[in-house]
């Protein structure tokens, strides 16, 4: 059974940074294409990072520029980086397949915040 857990949120003030971690269970990162997506209060998720197996990375239009995704193959972690965070950026965070998509883990909170 695949089992994703993220963590690293926290309470960051404007243009702080945070590292998200996502530890992966019963599936092979390198092997898939993973994403990191993002739920604000009252909004829809969204896919805010991709990396693809062969490691191609893409991003929303918004934090391009600002965050980086990447994974570590050995450890079969997934990270997201997150520089010059905006009070927009709030919401909880979750990983997950690109195009199959798994369990959803319970996320972790990142909240920007003067």
């Known amino acids: 059974q695949v089992q994703l857990v993220e963590s690293g949120g926290g309470l960051v003030q404007p243009g702080g940074s945070l590292r998200l971690s996502c530890a992966a269970s019963?599936?092979?990162?390198?092997?898939?294409?993973m994403a990191w997506y993002r739920q604000a209060p009252g909004k829809q998720r969204e896919l805010a990072a991709t990396i693809s197996s062969g490691g191609i990375t893409n991003y929303l239009n918004s934090v391009k520029g600002r965050f980086t995704i990447s994974r570590d193959n050995a450890k079969n972690m997934l990270y997201l980086q997150m520089n010059s965070l905006k009070p927009e950026d709030t919401a909880v965070y979750y990983c997950n397949g690109a195009h199959n998509y798994y369990n959803w883990g319970q996320g972790t909170q990142v909240t920007v915040s003067s």
């Open positions: 019963g599936i092979i990162l390198s092997r898939e294409a």
